[in-house]
């Protein structure tokens, strides 16, 4: 079966001219201009089959929206190619539109002055949704975002939480077979959250419909997507199974001790000298972590050898969570395997 997302040496780059400074810049700038190219997308390849739901995760300027914004035909790539439902993006933009749902956590589709309703039958309108489907399609979507009772308030009227539960009820009106989320549950309450994570699921098992999530917060990837294709410098270092990230990576745990009174590095390293730890100063100088490999013995040996020489007064085992296990990754700039 064709995937519903192919993209293939995928590159964008963006020309920003830099001025040169003074009169005598200004003017040499008048005839030659300066150019710096910025890579933001490094001819990158993935392809998503129907019913997945995937991650697509990075820091700060890693390319994740340039890819978006790509796959969804606003921008142009600089090379290579995107498919999406069988189209692409930017050569047949008016029924690729028809065939994609998009939310982008910081912009608005729905109209600020008028009605979430109002909205909702313009968007029908331009999607020529059928009235039967839409009555009982749309009747689904709002019980399930609990959004009835906002139907006749103006958007600009709503609180941020209000609003992204209604964005994706827009986003949905025609029943897209994909949809591209970016950063949907910024700002929003846990609640809300949950809501909203409930709500994906629910549509991607009634209709099979293809998600792909851009987010900060990886709780959303943990609680969604099995796979998570992950961006460094407009580079994919990762694209597989979210479980074989925290097997390969997440083997470690941490034992953090709460001192009675401050320790420093030195001392803590040469009690434990001979065992593997990494020391890691807390909060404050009394809290100190320790790194070990998840090994029963070695989490024993660490805590006695600390306990005989210092005052504890508190002290838990925890494991090291996905978001250190990322950022371990992105220290390292790429994902050693097996
Ligand atoms: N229109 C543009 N002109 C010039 N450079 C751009 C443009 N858009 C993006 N860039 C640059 O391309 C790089 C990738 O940006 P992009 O917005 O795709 O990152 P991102 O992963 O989405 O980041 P964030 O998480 O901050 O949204 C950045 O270095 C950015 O400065």
């Known amino acids: 079966m064709e995937p519903i997302i192919d993209v293939q040496n995928l590159r964008k780059e963006f020309k920003s001219h830099s001025s040169r400074s003074g009169l005598k810049g200004a003017f040499r700038d008048l005839f030659t201009r300066n150019y ?17 739901m995937v991650g697509y995760i990075g820091e700060n300027g890693a390319g994740k929206s340039t890819t978006i914004k790509m796959l969804t035909g606003i921008l142009t790539p600089t090379s290579g190619t995107v498919r999406v439902n069988g189209m692409n993006p930017h050569k047949e933009r008016e029924r690729f539109v028809r065939s994609i749902g998009v939310v982008f956590g910081q912009r608005s589709q729905l109209w600020w002055d008028i009605a979430v309703q109002e909205s909702f039958r313009l968007l029908k309108k331009v999607y020529n949704v ?158 100190w972590l320790a790194g070990v490999d998840n090994n029963e013995n070695m989490i024993s040996e660490v805590i006695g050898k600390v306990a005989a020489a210092k005052k504890i007064i508190d002290m838990k085992v925890v494991e090291i969570t996905t978001e250190e296990i990322i950022r371990n990754i992105y220290e390292e700039g790429a994902v050693r395997h097996g």
């Open 130 to 287: 059928p009235d039967e489907f839409y009555e009982s399609h749309m009747k689904d979507v709002i019980d399930t975002l609990d959004i009835r009772h906002l139907l006749d308030q103006p958007v600009r009227k709503l609180s941020l939480g209000q609003r992204m539960r209604c964005e994706l009820a827009a986003a949905l009106i025609h029943n897209p077979p994909l949809l591209f989320l970016d950063e949907p549950t910024i700002g929003l309450d846990v609640l809300v959250k949950l809501k909203i994570r409930d709500f994906l699921k629910r549509i991607n098992e009634k209709y099979g419909t293809t998600i792909l999530l851009t987010t900060h917060d990886l709780s959303d990837i943990e609680a969604l997507c099995e796979r998570v294709i992950m961006l460094d410098e407009g580079k994919i270092i990762y694209d597989g199974a979210l479980r074989e990230l925290r097997e390969n990576w997440g083997e470690g745990k941490q034992i953090q001790f709460t001192f009675s009174e401050g320790a420093d590095l030195h001392e803590l390293q040469q009690l434990t000298d001979g065992t593997l730890v990494v020391w890691e100063q807390g909060e404050n100088e009394a809290i």
């Open 36 to 52: 710096t190219l910025k890579t933001a997308v490094n001819d990158i390849g993935f392809s998503i089959q129907k019913g997945e």
